[in-house]
C-alpha cells in the first residue's frame, strides 16, 4: 500500500476567528499502480488533500503513512518522500524557474546526488516520455507554449522517479487536442512504468475515459470512493453538490427514456456507441 491517509483533518487558521475546516476525517487507501481521479468543485478540499499526500502540509489532526511510516515520525525521511511522491502543480510557471528547459528538469534529480551523467540520463528520458521535441529542449521554459509549459513541468517530475505521480489539473486552459495529448502521455507512462496516477481535475468526461476509481471531495470529507460507472450513477447526488456526470451519460438516459432500452452506465463515447449499436440489434 503506498499510501494511506488516516482520520486525517485540516484547519487553515486554526484557533482564530477566520478558522477554515479545509479537511474533515478523511480516510483513504492509494494502494500501487492504481490510475486515481480526485474531483470536487472550487474549495471541496481536493488541492489541500494532495498537498498533504506530498508533505507539504502537516495534518491538524490524523496520520499518513507512506509505505507503512508514518510521515511524521522520528526519522522519516521527508525528502526522499517528496522524490517519491511527485506533485505537478495546476500552474507550470510555479515549478519553472532555470534559463533552459533542459536545466530545468535536471534540478531535481541532481539535487538526489546523483552522477552528472545519470542526471542528464534522466532528465532526457522524462522530456522524450512527455514527448517534448528535441529542438526545445534548450529554449527557455517561458518561451513554449501553455501545453509545453506542462509537459516541461511533468517531466521535472518523473525525472525524479516517483512512485506516486500527482497532476493538479494538467489540462486546465489547453485545447482539446492539447488536453488529449497530455492525458494520453500520462496513460502510456502509468502502463509503461506501473507508477501511481491521482489526476485531479473538474472534466467528467477525462475522469471518465482514464481513471480506475473517483474520490469525489465535498466540503472536505470524502462524498464517494468508488469505480467511476458506480459513482456517476449517483450523478443526481453530484449534482446537488455541484458537480455532474460526463455529458454522455446525460444522453444515454435520454435515448433510453426516449428511443429504446439502453445500459445507462457507460462513461465514455466509445462505450456510448458500442451500446448504441448493440441496443439497435436487438
Known amino acids: 500500500m503506498a499510501i494511506i491517509v488516516d482520520h486525517v483533518s485540516y484547519i487553515y487558521e486554526k484557533d482564530t476567528t477566520m478558522a477554515v475546516h479545509a479537511l474533515e476525517d478523511v480516510n483513504i487507501q492509494i494502494p500501487d499502480g492504481q490510475f486515481i481521479g480526485l474531483i470536487g468543485h472550487t474549495g471541496s478540499g481536493k488541492s489541500t488533500l494532495v498537498?498533504?499526500?506530498?508533505?507539504?502540509?502537516?495534518p491538524s489532526q490524523g496520520t499518513l503513512y507512506y509505505n507503512g511510516e508514518d510521515y511524521y515520525s522520528q526519522g522519516?525521511?521527508?525528502?526522499?518522500?517528496?522524490?517519491?511522491?511527485?506533485?505537478?502543480?495546476?500552474?507550470?510557471?510555479?515549478?519553472?524557474?532555470?534559463?533552459d528547459v533542459f536545466s530545468d528538469v535536471c534540478f531535481g534529480p541532481k539535487n538526489l546526488g546523483l552522477s552528472k551523467s545519470e542526471v542528464e540520463l534522466r532528465a532526457y528520458a522524462a522530456l522524450k516520455q512527455v514527448g517534448l521535441e528535441d529542438e526545445n529542449f534548450y529554449q527557455s521554459p517561458f518561451d513554449l507554449s501553455g501545453g509545453q509549459k506542462r509537459r516541461v513541468a511533468i517531466a521535472g517530475v518523473l525525472a525524479m522517479k516517483p512512485d506516486v505521480l500527482i497532476l493538479d489539473e494538467p489540462t486546465a486552459g489547453l485545447d482539446p487536442k492539447g488536453r488529449d495529448e497530455i492525458l494520453d502521455q500520462i496513460a502510456r507512462l502509468r502502463e509503461e512504468t506501473g507508477v501511481t496516477v491521482i489526476l485531479v481535475s473538474?472534466?467528467?468526461?477525462?475522469?471518465?475515459?482514464?481513471?480506475?476509481?473517483?474520490?469525489?471531495?465535498?466540503?472536505?470529507?470524502?462524498?464517494?470512493?468508488?469505480?467511476?460507472?458506480?459513482?456517476?450513477?449517483?450523478?443526481?447526488?453530484?449534482?446537488?453538490?455541484?458537480?455532474?456526470?460526463?455529458?454522455?451519460?446525460?444522453?444515454?438516459?435520454?435515448?433510453?427514456?426516449?428511443?429504446?432500452?439502453?445500459?445507462?452506465?457507460?462513461?465514455?463515447?466509445?462505450?456510448?456507441?458500442?451500446?448504441?449499436?448493440?441496443?439497435?440489434?436487438?
Not at 518522500?81 to 506533485?87: E, F, N, P, Q, T
Open 202 to 282: 473538474h472534466s467528467m468526461e477525462d475522469v471518465a475515459k482514464y481513471v480506475d476509481r473517483i474520490i469525489v471531495m465535498n466540503k472536505g470529507c470524502v462524498l464517494f470512493d468508488d469505480a467511476p460507472k458506480q459513482v456517476f450513477r449517483s450523478y443526481q447526488k453530484l449534482e446537488e453538490v455541484g458537480l455532474a456526470a460526463p455529458q454522455v451519460t446525460y444522453i444515454m438516459h435520454e435515448i433510453n427514456d426516449k428511443v429504446f432500452p439502453v445500459n445507462m452506465d457507460v462513461t465514455t463515447l466509445e462505450e456510448a456507441k458500442n451500446e448504441i449499436l448493440q441496443a439497435m440489434k436487438r
Open 51 to 58: 498537498q498533504h499526500l506530498n508533505g507539504l502540509i502537516k
Open 76 to 99: 522519516f525521511d521527508m525528502k526522499k518522500l517528496r522524490s517519491k511522491v511527485g506533485l505537478v502543480f495546476q500552474y507550470p510557471e510555479h515549478q519553472l524557474f532555470e534559463a
